[in-house]
């Protein structure tokens, strides 16, 4: 995290420059908040954090989060208003991360279990578990064989 007064670990016009491929913003209500939830339960690794904006990296990706307040007027802002369940209809599945792990972490830590672990058809182990915004993150692992 930047101390009040430093600056960041590179500017948003090079961090934005820098980025290619496919990315995933989220709105968030508190930025400490969710990135302690991708950290400490998902065990996504943190690449900077301030109280307004955070990057977040699983398997060579950014996870990008913004604070609210930091879209300004930006229409999106709409539609995640008091008590939206931000992200209803996608998942953000992390894979190559041991469901199981992130399951025991979750319920540890008193957060929202949608679905246990559990393999499926499809060869992979997953669970579904919400963040504190409602957004669903799915760990999951491939079944040997």
Do not use: Q
Not at 43 to 56: H, I, M, R, S, T
Not at 76 to 88: K, P, S
Not at 121 to 127: A, I, Q, T, V, Y
């Amino acid at each position: 995290m930047t101390a009040p007064g430093k600056d960041p670990w590179m500017t948003a016009p090079e961090y934005g420059r820098s980025l290619r491929g496919f990315g995933i913003n989220l709105l968030v209500r508190d930025v400490a908040r969710s990135s302690a939830f991708l950290i400490d339960i998902l065990g996504l690794e943190k690449v900077y954090a301030n109280p307004d904006f955070a990057v977040l990296r699983h398997a060579g990706h950014d996870i990008i989060l913004h604070a609210d307040h930091t879209y300004g007027d930006h229409p999106l802002l709409a539609l995640t208003g008091d008590g939206a369940i931000r992200g209803a209809g996608a998942e953000f599945r992390l894979y190559g991360l041991d469901p199981d792990a992130a399951e025991a972490r979750a319920r540890a830590s008193g957060e929202t279990v949608l679905a246990e672990s559990r393999d499926k058809p499809h060869g992979l182990r997953e669970c579904y578990l919400a963040d504190p915004d409602g957004y669903v993150w799915v760990p999951s692992a491939a079944l040997a064989g």
